[in-house]
């Protein structure tokens, strides 16, 4: 059984940072694209990045360029969202999710996704 689990979140004052983590169990990350999307309340579900794991490549949204950074530890399945400079557009339910997508940023693209954690922006 394919399992994702996020971790990571929490209240941050604006222009701090937070690591999150999605962990992976029933599949190995190896051979899949990981993508972070957010959803803060009212909205859609927003693509921030990818991590393709064959070449180790990235991809990210406009609005985290700069700010977010992906990364694997080799032999780990998990893979780490970097995020620096939180502002008060980031706060939201943070997701991974694993597929093969054509598109990265387009949610349907994916085939497994975790719960979420929050992410929250206050000073």
């Known amino acids: 059984q394919v399992q994702l689990v996020e971790s990571g979140g929490d209240l941050v004052q604006p222009g701090g940072s937070l690591r999150l983590s999605c962990a992976a169990s029933g599949l190995n990350l190896d051979y899949y694209a990981i993508g972070w999307f957010r959803q803060a309340p009212g909205k859609g579900r927003e693509g921030g990045g990818c991590?393709?794991?064959?070449?180790?490549?990235?991809v990210y949204a406009n609005s985290v360029q700069g700010r977010f950074t992906l990364s694997r530890i080799n032999a780990e399945n998990t893979v780490y969202l970097q995020m620096t400079s939180l502002n008060p557009e980031d706060p939201a339910v943070y997701y991974c999710a694993v597929g093969h997508p054509t598109v990265w940023a387009i949610p349907d693209e994916y085939d497994y996704w975790g719960k979420g954690t929050q992410v929250d922006v206050s000073s």
């Open positions: 991590f393709k794991s064959f070449d180790g490549s990235t």
